[in-house]
């Protein structure tokens, strides 16, 4: 259960800091710098960003 949660705090985070930066690379360094681990790879940025701002959140929707 820690792990899910850090896994959510490390995505709200680039998404957070990817919508006021709009630079992949500063979100890259800031999150090595906060977390002091390797950051996600610029496509899984993107890729959580758009989601959030198509579908208001982080996780994927699951099927019903």
Not at 37 to 58: C, E, H, M, Q, V
């Amino acid at each position: 259960v820690i792990g899910m949660a850090a896994m959510g705090e490390d995505r709200t985070y680039c998404v957070l800091k990817f919508h006021t930066t709009q630079t992949v690379t500063v979100v890259q360094r800031h999150f090595r710098t906060q977390f002091h681990k390797d950051p996600p790879n610029k496509k899984t940025i993107r890729t959580w960003y758009a989601r959030f701002s198509t579908i208001g959140r982080l996780s994927p929707l699951k099927p019903t």
